[in-house]
């Protein structure tokens, strides 16, 4: 506990490192060794996304389930923002539509906000929603 109190010196920054690692291998998995082609690279981002919901996150956003935990956090805030920003910016590069963050955004976040729910069929939506895109 010692070694692990000198780098993170309190709760609130032991929650902010986690996240910080949390976020590099959720980037890590959704965008490595990505198809090239738009359409497959949305197809298999939502494939990603749906196969980390299954794996680390059966319960939702770890990083909305931070924030609500402790909503006067600016930090954790402002790295929740960061990560669905960075998350949304790399996506849409990604799968050669960089105009279109906002919508590729919410058809991300909305795979994962209902996977819980909804399971495989947010999966099916996600990828319906993201071929109108193309």
Known sequence: MRTLYKYTPSRDEMVLAAL????????SLLFHGLPEEGGIA?????????????TEATH?????????AAPNNAKLRHLLERHKADVGQRAAEAVGLP??????????????????LLGEQA????????GLLR
């Open 20 to 27: 910080e690692h949390r976020h590099g291998r959720y980037l």
């Open 42 to 54: 949305l197809d298999t981002l939502l494939d990603r996304v749906s196969n980390w919901m299954k």
């Open 60 to 68: 939702g956003c770890l990083f909305h389930s931070a924030v609500a």
């Open 99 to 116: 105009a279109c963050v906002v919508e590729i955004t919410v058809i991300m976040e909305g795979l994962t906000q209902s996977w819980a």
């Open 123 to 130: 999966l099916v939506s996600a990828k319906r929603l993201g």
